[in-house]
Structures are given as C-alpha cells and as structure tokens.
C-alpha cells in the first residue's frame, strides 16, 4: 500500500533562518506530488507541484523553493524566512488528478 | 480569482438535523472531489465524481455532481458530532496536472 511521510509535525523559526520540509512516497512510482498551504483551517493555496524528477512548477510567487532530487521524494525550501510564511503545510500525491492522499501536514511558526 | 465557491462558509446545526453544502464554479471539472479535514491533520479524501448528474452515497452523506460538471453539493442526514470538521471541495480541471480547492466549509455539530 502507498503511504506519505511529512516531517517535521511542528516547527518554530526565527525570522531570517532557512527552512527545509521533507515530504516521501512509498509503495508507488512517478507519483505527482504537491506542496500546499493551508492558513487558519481555511481553504488550500497551491504552491508547488511535480509530475517528474526535477520538474517544479510554481504557482504562486513566493520566498519558498522546492525541488524533486528522487522520484518519491518532495522538499520545499526557503532561504530566509519571513514572518508570513507561518502557516500549516501539506504534501499530497497523486496517480493522475484523482485522489490526492496527503501527509499529515508541518505546522510553521516563523517568530 | 477563486474557482471554487464554497457555501456555507461556516455551519452550526445540533444533532440529527439534516444539511447541504455547496460547491460552485463557472469553469468546467473533468472531476471534482470532497474531501474532509480534522484539526491538525491533512484533508482525507470522501469520494470523487466524475460524470454529470453522478450521485454517490457514503451511509449518511450524499455527493451529487452537476450536470454540467460545473458544481457539486455534500447533502448529510441526520448529523452526528463525529460529522464535525471542515469540507473542502476540489476540482480536476482537464489538462491540468493540478487540483483547485475550495475554502472550505466550516461544519459544526452540536450533541
């Protein structure tokens, strides 16, 4: 069976710091795999996605980076961080675009 | 712009009372999803629809897509307090190796 790990649950930064939050797949090959951002229990904002090993596509603008160094295999970076980028994050994968299974997601507090 | 509208954005009914939430959209999905998300956890996926008119049923709650693939509503019966949690709808738009989510609504069951 397919299964998501999200590291770390919860994360408390300093403003300025650099940040890097691991998303893995197990049990399935060449998945799509996806970083969003969920802010106060509210609706999800499409950061990143992938369809294959280092093809990222961006959808918003940001001070967050992520890359594809494995095929199973999703991290999404940050340089510097802002107080802005608190937030609660999620890494979900996918077959195609039918059902996305997501991790259990990293709490960010940027102080 | 926001694809997705959601509607109620936050809903308290007591117990045993029946509800609807609804999905909305001008664009057309190849598919659309619910999913349903407890705090501090990732969106856990209900069912998915594909054709017009579908209607699928999940013991108490009831799916229907439109005819038009344009929206979709999450009908329960009878709530209980283990309905409680925020629903998010998302939609497959053909092509796109991406999903777009609504805002969620926010449902609260009382005993």
């Known amino acids: 069976s397919q299964t998501i790990h999200q590291w770390p649950a919860t994360l408390v930064q300093p403003v300025g710091s650099p940040l890097s939050l691991e998303c893995t797949v197990e049990g399935t090959s060449n998945p799509n795999l996806y970083w969003y951002r969920q802010a106060a229990g509210r609706g999800l904002q499409l950061l990143f996605y992938s369809v294959g090993i280092g093809q990222i596509s961006s959808e918003v603008p940001q001070n967050l980076s992520a890359s594809r160094p494995q095929d199973r295999q999703f991290i999404l970076s940050s340089k510097k961080l802002l107080l802005s980028d608190s937030g609660f994050y999620l890494c979900a994968w996918s077959p195609q675009n039918y059902g996305y299974t997501f991790g259990s997601g990293t709490r960010l507090t940027v102080v | 712009t926001q694809l997705l509208e959601q509607s109620p954005q936050f809903l308290s009914i007591q117990e045993g009372e029946n509800l609807t939430v609804y999905c909305n959209s001008s664009?057309?999905?190849?598919?659309l999803q619910w999913y349903r998300q407890e705090p501090g956890e990732g969106p856990v996926l209900l069912v998915t629809v594909v054709t017009g008119g579908e209607v699928k049923k999940l013991k108490r709650l009831t799916f229907q897509f439109g005819d038009a693939r344009k929206d979709s509503s999450l009908h329960i019966t009878a709530a209980q307090p283990g309905d409680t949690g925020l629903y998010l709808c998302?939609?497959?738009?053909?092509?796109?190796?991406?999903?777009?989510f609504g805002q969620g609504t926010r449902l609260t069951i009382n005993p």
């Open positions: 998302a939609g497959a738009i053909k092509g796109a190796q991406k999903l777009v």
């Open positions: 664009s057309v999905f190849s598919s």
